[in-house]
């Protein structure tokens, strides 16, 4: 079951309706401000989550009484952003694969939480991105194929302290059996050669992020 959530960052109504357009979504998840993005595309989620400090009240108060709309109210002082509660969600519907819209924006400290938080789905082996009209994010712990040259640049930067046995095939800069751990910035600004480029890994995770400028 593939679950588009929705998030308060920066998502333009554009690349909303072509990422719905370009994928099937069986469940879409509105997590607090992300709501309105979706209200103005008039776009019905399945579920609405999130303390909603931030989002317009008026908005909110027109799917109050839908009954096809599941809204779960979280209590503002709570341990987990309204992002990682609607990840937590879309896990708990069994989603088989996960795509995160709005978690890039000009909060920097979200945007590196909702980075961190992919690895509660790469923990349940579901697989779960972020991605803007500019980029792609994944983790990734094992072998990994891009199958199509899509972005300019592809950059691997470790989330572990260390990720051991990277070997990659089909890119500018490859690697074999090679380590890179936190602090060092050469995995940056890679580039795909071909179709199926392969990135292996042996112990680790990794923050893979394709970029398209």
Do not use: W
């Not at 990840?87 to 924006?105: F, R, Y």
């Not at 050469?186 to 923050?207: C, F, T, V």
């Amino acid at each position: 079951m593939k679950t588009l959530i929705i998030t308060g960052g920066e998502v333009t109504t554009s690349f909303l309706k072509k990422t719905i357009a370009k994928t099937k979504f069986d469940k879409i998840i509105a997590s607090d401000k992300g709501l309105e993005i979706l209200d103005k595309c008039n776009i019905e989620p399945n579920y609405i989550i999130g303390d909603f400090d931030s989002i317009n009240i008026q908005i909110l108060n027109k799917y109050i009484n839908n009954k096809n709309i599941e809204i779960k109210k979280l209590n503002p002082e709570k341990d987990y952003t309204d992002t990682h509660m609607a990840l937590k969600l879309a896990l708990k519907i069994k989603s088989t694969e996960i795509v995160i819209l709005g978690a890039i924006g000009t909060r920097i400290d979200h945007t590196v939480s909702n980075i961190h938080i992919l690895k509660e789905a790469l923990k349940q082996n579901v697989k779960c991105k972020i991605i803007n009209n500019k980029n792609e994010i994944e983790l990734i712990n094992k072998k990994t194929i891009i199958k199509n040259i899509e972005y300019k640049y592809i950059s691997l930067i470790p989330l572990t302290t260390k990720v051991k046995g990277i070997t990659l095939k089909g890119f500018k800069y490859p690697l074999k059996n090679d380590i890179l751990k936190i602090g060092q910035s050469i995995g940056i600004s890679n580039e795909q050669l071909i179709d199926n480029a392969e990135i292996n890994i042996k112990k680790g995770i990794l923050i893979l992020i394709k970029s398209k400028d």
